[in-house]
């Protein structure tokens, strides 16, 4: 049982398209943390959020905890956001759940 | 500043071994976690330090354990190998124990790799 599914999880987009990846969890978190893994394993936090919606940049999260759903957008996208994509919902209790990403791939 | 460091960066190992791990987090960062990422399993939440006590423990058998010294450099050991502890092993430390309120840093990783 996979209290995080992701989708896609796998994505090739052109460049400067709008792409959208999902999240949807089945545990009560109290925050979700979407997290940014290139080739060679550097792991990096792109958000925390715990409700509405974050924007850095080209990329925007969005939280819904009534409906147990997150979203990542990045806008224009480029080749350098070729990576892959993981949510990762938190509980009050600190445990950490992971989804198992979403492989992106930007083709100039 | 510095970013969160991981040593060795790469490791091969025998089944049978033990291995230690050693992660240094960002200054006053006092919250050190550790991770296991496998092609198969993903990402896995192996365990936390806080302040030299541990706050949480993921799912895994007692050969993985893992300690904080008193300036919040933590080490992780894994006694007796086997194959299937292969793995990229993450660490990432923040400011305090609340994954609710607290950006993770990541570190680089140690590729172990069990011969």
């Known amino acids: 049982k996979n209290e995080v599914e992701q989708s896609p999880q796998n994505l090739t987009a052109q460049e400067g398209e709008f792409i959208t990846i999902n999240c949807s969890y089945s545990v009560g978190i109290s925050a979700l943390h979407w997290l940014q893994q290139h080739p060679g394993g550097g792991i990096v936090s792109l958000f925390m959020?715990?409700?509405g919606k974050k924007k850095h940049g080209r990329l925007i999260a969005t939280i819904n905890i009534q409906e147990k759903h997150s979203s990542l957008h990045i806008t224009a996208s480029h080749p350098r956001d070729s990576a892959v994509y993981i949510c990762a919902p938190t509980n009050t209790g600190n445990q950490f759940y992971f989804g198992t990403g979403t492989s992106l791939t930007v083709i100039p | 500043k510095a970013g969160v460091t991981q040593t060795p960066r790469y490791l091969i190992k025998t089944r049978g071994q033990q291995v230690t791990l050693s992660c240094s987090p960002i200054?006053?960062?006092?919250?050190v976690s550790w991770y296991q990422q496998t092609p198969g399993q993903g990402l896995q939440f192996l365990f936390e330090?806080?302040?030299?006590?541990?706050?949480n423990k993921g799912n895994f058998p007692g050969r993985f354990s893992g300690r904080q010294f008193s300036n919040s450099r933590s080490e992780m050991n894994v006694s007796t190998l086997e194959l299937g502890d292969s793995a990229l092993y993450l660490c990432?430390?923040?400011?305090?124990?609340?994954?609710?309120?607290?950006?993770?840093?990541f570190g680089p990783g140690t590729r172990l790799t069990v011969l």
């Open positions: 990432a430390s923040s400011w305090t124990s609340g994954r609710a309120t607290d950006t993770q840093y």
């Open positions: 330090y806080f302040s030299e006590t541990q706050r």
């Open positions: 200054s006053g960062h006092r919250s």
């Open positions: 959020l715990s409700s």
